[in-house]
């Protein structure tokens, strides 16, 4: 009992010095710094959770006072990290390295990549079948060591996320930001979950995501390789995407190839999804 209160109050006074650490946060007009600072207090969250999984939820004290103590903590945390404007704040939300979007009643979800995403993530990239489909032959090729490297060092507006369903890892899905123009890809690289609907899905949400901050991002652009019917028909038809442009590639075994482009603007999104 001891121990646990002591765990409590120490929880609290870390928690409640969160909230000036998230006000000085705003002030930040350099949002490369903003990210390392929302890291930290991501990093106090996970204590936070820990502490209580590994003390409160074990000790033998009654389900009813533990649900308690862990709903007055969260009620503190929210109260001292959730600033009004937190999941606007200029898109540093779609940034937070802790970003795992699940979709209630649905068993897909994305979260970041992180290192240890490396090896299937070598497997996947290595595997011809799935990028002779893509315009990004240049990705095969790499280790899992080249691709840990890249994931740790990958800059904070370049984002590589993992695709689940039911937590199994079945593709990636990336987004490079600059100028305001997102250019992004996918790819449901387990075979067995292509044609469900998954990449339709997750692109939907992953755009909302995209347009939802302010001054972020304007337009979503996409580069397919013209002979994947599958793909043009997801991005033109079913997720109202224009073509802007097209070029020649020649792909890993110098073979050529057509590039298609296709774009959707911010305004163009939102009409068509009725937000
Ligand atoms: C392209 C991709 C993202 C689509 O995601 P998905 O989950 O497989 O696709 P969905 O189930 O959401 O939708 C597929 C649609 O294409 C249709 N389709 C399937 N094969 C097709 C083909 N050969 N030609 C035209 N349309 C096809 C399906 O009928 C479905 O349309 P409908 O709902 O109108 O019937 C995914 O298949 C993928 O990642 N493939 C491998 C890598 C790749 O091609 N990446 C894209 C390059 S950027």
């Given at each position: 009992m001891t121990q646990i209160k002591d765990d409590c109050t120490n929880m609290l006074k870390e928690i409640s010095a969160l909230k000036d650490d998230f006000e000085k946060i705003e002030q930040i007009k350099d949002v490369e710094t903003a990210i390392k600072e929302f890291d930290k207090n991501d990093a106090i969250y996970k204590k936070f959770k820990d502490t209580y999984e590994q003390t409160i939820s074990k000790s033998s004290l009654d389900n009813n006072i533990k649900d308690e103590i862990k709903n007055r903590l969260y009620e503190v945390w929210v109260k001292s990290t959730l600033l009004d404007d937190e999941f606007d704040c200029r898109g540093w939300t779609i940034f937070r390295t802790s970003l795992t979007l699940s979709f209630e009643k649905r068993k897909e979800s994305i979260r970041k990549a992180l290192s240890t995403d490396a090896e299937i993530l070598a497997k996947w990239w290595n595997d011809k079948k799935i990028m002779?489909?893509?315009?990004?032959?240049?990705?095969?090729?790499?280790s899992v060591n080249q691709i840990r490297n890249e994931i740790e060092n990958r800059?904070?507006?370049?984002l590589l996320f993992i695709i689940q369903y039911e937590r199994k890892p079945i593709g990636e899905m990336s987004a490079n930001i600059k100028d305001k123009i997102a250019e992004c890809g996918i790819k449901?690289?387990?075979?067995?979950?292509?044609?469900?609907g998954i990449g339709t899905f997750v692109l939907q949400k992953f755009f909302d995501e995209l347009f939802k901050?302010?001054?972020?991002?304007?337009k979503i652009s996409i580069t397919i390789n013209a002979n994947n019917e599958r793909a043009m028909h997801v991005y033109?038809?079913?997720?109202h995407l224009t073509k802007t442009g097209e070029f020649d590639f020649e792909d890993a075994n110098f073979n050529k190839q057509k590039a298609i482009k296709l774009e959707i603007t911010k305004n163009e999104w939102k009409e068509k999804r009725g937000k």
């Open positions: 002779a489909s893509t315009c990004f032959p240049n990705e095969l090729g790499k800059p904070f507006y370049n449901i690289c387990e075979e067995e979950y292509q044609d469900k901050s302010e001054d972020v991002v304007d033109q038809d079913k997720l």
